[in-house]
């Protein structure tokens, strides 16, 4: 089945394979068209070092 749409049946056009940003290139995963930072950050609100205290907080 076509994966972008679910209701035809994959005919090799390849349109899934194609560029979002760029309609004339073969997609190569580059990340671009997802906003893919070099790093990512969490904040830690709080470090439980006693699970019952965790499930108290709930």
């Known amino acids: 089945m076509c994966v972008l749409d679910e209701t035809k049946e ?6 899934c394979e194609v560029c979002d940003l760029d309609p004339n290139k073969i997609c190569d995963n580059c990340g671009k068209c997802l906003d ?13 070092y006693d699970p019952s205290e965790y499930h108290e907080k709930k």
Do not use: M, N, P, R
């Not at 994959?10 to 349109?15: A, F, N, S, V």
């Open 10 to 15: 994959c005919d090799g056009c390849l349109e």
């Open 36 to 48: 893919i930072q070099d790093f990512a950050t969490i904040k830690i609100d709080k470090i439980y």
